[in-house]
């Protein structure tokens, strides 16, 4: 089989060839942002404890995104930069080993969340009842079906790995077209559908999900990496260490993140329910951002794993260089408007004073970041595509743990609770500034290794 019909990315004009296989994956990043608000302004509608109670079962589904991006980003760096040297049967091997793995993983977690609800949302402290026990229904339903969306994450990446960024972006598009029609009828009970509230919320996302898995499989053509061998079949022990020794640093980036924010959330929910919905609102707004540079970060991502694959580190550096000024642009763009526009932002989707005064706050101080955040995440996404897991991983731990005590002492001034959002944005300024550092270091270092 040739390269060319596996999705070469090493060969063509730099702009031409990123563009098409960055393009699909940001319209599948908009596309899910669009559903992420449209979600939050029907649960709004249900008031700040529902939205609270999503916000931190939601948490627990966050985390488990470290597993699903362990086998990910292991089968898609290793399937990538196999495509790139031209070995097809040994990404196979790599793109097989990555979904059996992630299925193990998505089985065992979605049990932990059905057996655990309690212990796991008492985690939290939170004082209103009916707040914990919305938190508990989401948690069960929306992560006790883990599995679905970490083969639907997976598969996304190994699509991506073989230059198809086009089919993910159709069947995560039904799937967010989807639930935004399941949303408004399960939440509020319109028509003959029953009010489910939170749980209707659950049960559309996880529907949608599993549309989403039914058309990535049956969309999958003959040279589809996944089409050349079983599935069921075992792979080799060598196939397996090598996924996770490249995406466990990736994993445990994602989990300290995740545990940092779980950890600072309960910081937050000292001043209250309305405190925890404004940084699940900011959270979801901020996807803007987030969801549209870890998609290029995605697309980053295959191609520097093909390039280096082919020894083509100059079409890495160039390619980098596009996609740093595109980012921090957007990232430019979207913190005028939370600095500018934070109160009319937030008014969107509530309507509680003390929420909307809180949120002015939070936005101001987030939107100074948002940069930065940007070429964080299109740095890590190149770095990785390098085979670089380790470095960039250490860099964002460490910077993402010093948030605890930043916060910690931030918060006890008179910043208050904007000492916490102060946390936040200073750590993801130093995260951006440093990863483009070490991404050029890297390049040099590794370009020196070629020539000798």
């Known amino acids: 089989m040739s390269k060319q019909a596996s999705g070469n990315l090493t060969q063509g004009p730099i702009m031409r060839v990123l563009f098409r296989l960055a393009l699909p994956i940001m319209a599948a990043t908009f596309l899910s942002t669009a559903y992420s608000l449209t979600d939050m302004a029907w649960i709004g509608k249900l008031g700040s404890k529902a939205v609270a109670a999503i916000g931190v079962g939601g948490m627990y589904g966050w985390l488990s995104q470290g597993l699903a991006i362990l086998a990910r980003m292991g089968g898609q760096v290793h399937a990538g930069q196999a495509i790139g040297r031209g070995d097809q049967d040994e990404a196979r091997h790599y793109a097989?080993?990555?979904?059996?793995?992630?299925?193990?993983?998505?089985?065992?977690?979605?049990?932990?969340?059905?057996?655990?609800?309690?212990?796991?949302i008492g985690f939290y402290n939170l004082d209103d009842p009916t707040t914990v026990h919305m938190a508990k229904q989401y948690l069960m339903i929306a992560c006790g079906a883990s599995v679905v969306n970490f083969l639907n994450f997976t598969l996304t990446g190994l699509y991506t790995a073989q230059g198809d960024s086009k089919t993910p972006l159709i069947a995560n598009a039904a799937g967010l077209l989807l639930n935004m029609i399941l949303d408004p009828l399960l939440i509020l009970g319109i028509g003959p559908a029953p009010r489910?509230?939170?749980?209707?919320?659950?049960?559309?996302?996880?529907?949608?999900?599993?549309?989403?898995?039914?058309?990535?499989?049956?969309?999958?053509?003959?040279?589809n990496l996944l089409r050349q061998g079983s599935i069921l079949c075992p792979e080799k022990k060598r196939y397996f260490a090598d996924v996770i020794r490249m995406g466990t640093p990736a994993a445990l980036q994602s989990a300290f993140y995740c545990a940092i924010s779980m950890v600072l959330t309960r910081m937050v929910g000292a001043y209250g329910e309305a405190a925890i919905a404004v940084q699940r609102l900011g959270g979801q707004i901020e996807s803007l951002t987030w969801n549209t540079a870890d998609?290029?970060?995605?697309?980053?991502?295959?191609?520097?794993?093909?390039?280096?694959?082919?020894?083509?580190?100059?079409?890495?550096?160039?390619?980098?260089?596009?996609?740093?000024?595109?980012?921090?642009?957007?990232?430019?763009?979207?913190?005028?408007?939370?600095?500018?526009?934070?109160?009319?932002?937030?008014?969107?989707?509530?309507?509680?004073?003390?929420?909307?005064?809180?949120?002015?706050?939070?936005?101001?101080?987030?939107?100074?970041?948002?940069?930065?955040?940007?070429?964080?995440?299109?740095?890590?996404?190149?770095?990785?595509?390098?085979?670089?897991?380790?470095?960039?991983?250490?860099?964002?731990?460490?910077?993402?743990?010093?948030?605890?005590?930043?916060?910690?002492?931030?918060?006890?001034?008179?910043?208050?609770?904007?000492?916490?959002?102060?946390?936040?944005?200073?750590?993801?300024?130093?995260?951006?500034?440093?990863?483009?550092?070490?991404?050029?270091?890297?390049?040099?270092?590794l370009e020196k290794d070629l020539s000798e």
């Open 295 to 445: 998609g290029f970060g995605s697309a980053m991502n295959a191609f520097c794993a093909q390039n280096y694959g082919a020894g083509k580190l100059d079409r890495v550096r160039k390619s980098y260089r596009v996609s740093a000024r595109l980012m921090i642009g957007w990232g430019a763009l979207i913190g005028a408007l939370f600095i500018f526009f934070p109160k009319g932002i937030a008014g969107l989707f509530f309507h509680e004073a003390e929420v909307l005064t809180l949120s002015v706050g939070y936005f101001v101080i987030v939107g100074l970041s948002e940069p930065f955040m940007c070429l964080e995440l299109m740095a890590i996404g190149s770095m990785s595509g390098l085979g670089r897991t380790k470095q960039c991983s250490l860099i964002s731990i460490i910077f993402t743990i010093l948030r605890v005590p930043l916060a910690w002492a931030l918060s006890r001034t008179g910043l208050g609770l904007n000492g916490i959002w102060w946390a936040l944005s200073v750590s993801s300024i130093v995260k951006g500034i440093l990863l483009h550092i070490f991404f050029h270091r890297e390049c040099t270092q």
């Open 96 to 120: 097989v080993s990555s979904v059996q793995l992630v299925t193990l993983f998505g089985v065992v977690y979605g049990a932990i969340c059905l057996l655990l609800p309690g212990p796991l």
């Open 196 to 223: 489910m509230e939170v749980i209707g919320a659950a049960v559309a996302t996880v529907f949608s999900q599993v549309v989403v898995l039914v058309i990535l499989i049956a969309a999958m053509k003959p040279d």
